[in-house]
T-cell receptor, first 109, second 113 residues
Framework: GENVEQHPSTLSVQEGDSAVIKCTYS??????FPWYKQELGKRPQLIID?????GEKKDQRIAVTLNKTAKHFSLHITETQPEDSAVYFC????????FGKGTKLSVIP | DAGITQSPRYKITETGRQVTLMCHQT?????MFWYRQDLGHGLRLIYY???????DKGEVPDGYVVSRSKTENFPLTLESATRSQTSVYFC????????????FGPGTRLTVT
């Protein structure tokens, strides 16, 4: 089955700096790659997704890039704010979503 | 977010007991999913359902049973709870399968003593 590796497991950045989280996947047939944000004690919520026919997608301060050849995709958050502090999960799907283990992002004011 | 609810929100039970976690959605989404979340493991799929009376196993189905007699409900039963099933359980729903947004419920924190 699909295997998704996510790095780093924890990330601390100063407010205003950029944050990058990277994921790799194993199944070359996977074609959907969402990112979910989970605040402490809350449910995961979709923040951005990308399909395999697209190389990059942006939504205000967040962007996702996909390299199908290398089988990796990344989440980029610019101008980080304290409210960006949360756990972020990447996922890949061929048949069902397989999630990475998460990255705890801390934005230091 | 009020469209998908879970009950109970917290549950403590003993090893060997049967426990049922409830999930209800009001959007008439076809697909529903059960995940467990454990520290260091992220979210792992237990079971999913494509429609009423259609269910299938996910990554970690052992020890769990599901049913879906109505589109809006998707209960998860632990037939004989074990300590390894202590976890946070999330239900989710989606209009379509894998390539569409999944909406998660608030979660149920289950402790098996």
């Amino acid at each position: 089955g699909e295997n998704v590796e996510q790095h780093p497991s924890t990330l601390s950045v100063q407010e205003g700096d950029s944050a990058v989280i990277k994921c790799t996947y194993s199944d070359s047939a996977s074609n959907y790659f969402p990112w979910y944000k989970q605040e402490l004690g809350k449910r995961p919520q979709l923040i951005i997704d990308i399909r395999s026919n697209v190389g990059e997608k942006k939504d205000q301060r967040i962007a996702v890039t996909l390299n199908k050849t290398a089988k990796h995709f990344s989440l980029h958050i610019t101008e980080t704010q304290p409210e960006d502090s949360a756990v972020y999960f990447c996922a890949a799907a061929r048949y069902q979503l397989t999630f990475g283990k998460g990255t705890k992002l801390s934005v230091i004011p | 977010d009020a469209g998908i609810t879970q009950s109970p929100r917290y549950k403590i039970t003993e090893t060997g007991r049967q426990v049922t976690l409830m999930c209800h959605q009001t959007w008439s989404h076809s697909y529903m999913f059960w995940y467990r979340q454990d520290l260091g493991h992220g979210l792992r799929l237990i079971y999913y359902s494509a429609a009423a009376d259609i269910t299938d196993k996910g990554e970690v189905p052992d020890g769990y049973v599901v049913s879906r007699s109505k589109t809006e409900n998707f209960p998860l039963t632990l037939e004989s709870a074990t300590r390894s099933q202590t976890s946070v359980y999330f239900c989710a729903s989606s209009e379509r399968n894998r390539d569409y947004e999944q909406y998660f419920g608030p979660g149920t924190r289950l402790t098996v003593t």
